[in-house]
Every structure is written in C-alpha cells, then in structure tokens.
C-alpha cells in the first residue's frame, strides 16, 4: 500500500484517496500508457540498438547511421521520444509529490516498491537528461558524423565517475521498466487476482534481468580492452559516416 487512511479520520467525514477520478483518472491512464507505448518501446529499441556497440566501432556506426536516416526521424525523435518521456517524468513527479510512502510505519513490500519505482525514476529522467544534452546536443553532432559515435561514448565512459553513473542508470532503467510494466498489467486489468499477479511478477523480474544484461553488455563493449581509443582513432572509419557506432543518443 502507497498510503493508509485511518478510521478516525473516515469517521469525521474525510474519504479515502481514490486512484483518480476525471481529468485525474485519464492522466494517470496516460501517464501509464505512454511508460510502455512509446517510451518502453523506445527503450527496448535503445538497449538493442546499443548492443550493436559489441560488434565494434563500426557496425555502432552504422546502426547509428540508420536510425538518423529514418524519414521524418526529428518529428519522430520528439513526437515519440521526448515529449512522451518530459510527460511522463514530470507527472510522475507530481504524483510522488502527492502520494505517500510510509515505509518507517508500514515497512511492507508494496511501500518499498512504491519508493523504489518513484526514485528509480528520479535517476533515469536525471540520466537521460544529461546523457542526451551531452550526447546529442553537445560536441560532435552525431546525426551529421555517425563514425565518430563510438569513440565519443567510449571518451565520456573514460571518467570512472561518468562510468558509475551509466551502471547505476542502467540498472535504475531496468528496474523502473520492468516493475512498470508489472503496475500496467495491474493496473489496466490484465492480470487480476493474486496469482496472476505474483506469476507475472516473476516474469518481469526475469525481463529485467535480460535486458539489464544486455545494458550493462553494451557498457562493457566501450569499455573493455578489445577496441581500444588508439586503435579506433587509428582506424580508417574513425571520422568517417560509415564508421565507428551506433548512436549513443540520436
């Protein structure tokens, strides 16, 4: 449980919080959906994308150079990426404000839960803020050098603490998403009673297992001894379109 109404308070007419009701209702609706459909698309696309990295330098590039070649791709970028992700990061903000824990006088499951998915969230929107102004918006534009992707992640991964704030996103990411899809199933009907929900609870601790795996797989790729900077600067794709990685950021 998020919150507790006492019976004292029901007795002098106070009633208790519901989920929502009118505008309320539908926000919540929609805060809800647009955590699975786009922004949890996006993010599977995004893990698997990046996985690429893994293959070297320059199949990352040319992944990154596809994804920037898609038609319309900048209406796509903020019609399915941004906006839905500053939407829900924001009304997610303003339910935490709203909603009430109580975990110090009710330490149960569903109280951490609760907290944990509200901070967890904190820490992706904060990452992603951050991971796209420097990936996207700062230094070299990607959109227009795609070969240089790789080494631009690998550089800023070069600062342990850059290093421990990607593995610490990651696995913030993947926690949020997969309890997220959990709260969707519980919440939109798809998984009534008890059992349901507990077996599809498993289910969703396993996903994210997966795709944190696959994350922190991608990490290692910029990271690891096998395309070292020298050798990737060196190489004869390393300014080039063709060359280099898969976007860290589009």
């Given at each position: 449980?998020?919150?507790?109404?006492?019976?004292?308070?029901?007795?002098?007419?106070?009633?208790?919080?519901?989920?929502?009701?009118?505008?309320?209702?539908?926000?919540?609706?929609?805060?809800?959906?647009?955590g699975?459909?786009?922004?949890?698309?996006?993010?599977i696309?995004?893990?698997?994308?990046?996985?690429?990295?893994?293959?070297g330098?320059?199949?990352?590039?040319?992944?990154?150079?596809?994804?920037?070649?898609?038609?319309?791709?900048?209406?796509?970028?903020?019609?399915?990426?941004?906006?839905?992700?500053?939407?829900?990061?924001?009304?997610?903000?303003?339910?935490?404000?709203?909603g009430?824990s109580?975990?110090?006088?009710?330490?149960?499951?569903?109280?951490?839960?609760?907290?944990?998915?509200r901070?967890?969230?904190?820490?992706?929107?904060?990452?992603?803020?951050?991971?796209?102004?420097?990936?996207r918006?700062?230094?070299?534009?990607?959109?227009?050098?795609?070969?240089?992707?790789?080494?631009k992640?690998?550089?800023e991964?070069?600062?342990?603490?850059?290093?421990?704030?990607?593995?610490i996103?990651?696995?913030?990411?993947?926690?949020?998403?997969?309890?997220?899809?959990?709260?969707?199933?519980?919440?939109?009907?798809i998984?009534?009673?008890?059992?349901?929900?507990?077996?599809?609870?498993?289910?969703?601790?396993?996903?994210?297992?997966?795709?944190?795996?696959?994350?922190?797989?991608?990490?290692?790729?910029?990271?690891?001894?096998?395309?070292?900077?020298?050798?990737?600067?060196?190489?004869?794709?390393?300014?080039?379109?063709?060359?280099?990685?898969?976007?860290?950021?589009?």
């Open positions: 449980m998020a919150t507790a109404v006492s019976p004292a308070a029901t007795r002098h007419g106070v009633p208790p919080l519901r989920a929502g009701q009118g505008h309320s209702f539908l926000l919540r609706k929609l805060h809800s959906l647009m699975i459909i786009p922004i949890g698309a996006f993010l696309e995004h893990l698997v994308s990046n996985f690429e990295a893994l293959k330098p320059a199949a990352y590039a040319q992944q990154v150079k596809f994804l920037n070649g898609l038609p319309f791709v900048r209406v796509l970028e903020w019609t399915f990426i941004f906006l839905p992700i500053l939407y829900h990061a924001l009304y997610g903000v303003y339910i935490w404000i709203r009430k109580n975990v110090v006088y009710y330490p149960w499951a569903g109280n951490w839960m609760y907290v944990s998915q901070w967890t969230g904190l820490i992706a929107f904060a990452y992603i803020a951050q991971h796209v102004y420097r990936q918006f700062s230094g070299v534009s990607l959109p227009e050098h795609p070969g240089a992707s790789f080494h992640v690998q550089m991964l070069a600062n342990p603490w850059m290093l421990a704030v990607y593995v996103a990651m696995i913030a990411i993947c926690w949020h998403f997969s309890y997220g899809i959990w709260l969707f199933a519980a919440k939109w009907g998984t009534p009673g008890n059992k349901a929900r507990k077996n599809f609870g498993y289910v969703c601790a396993a996903f994210g297992v997966i795709i944190c795996a696959i994350g922190l797989s991608s990490i290692w790729a910029f990271i690891g001894p096998k395309y070292a900077p020298q050798q990737i600067q060196a190489g004869p794709m390393a300014g080039g379109d063709a060359g280099g990685s898969t976007s860290a950021d589009r």
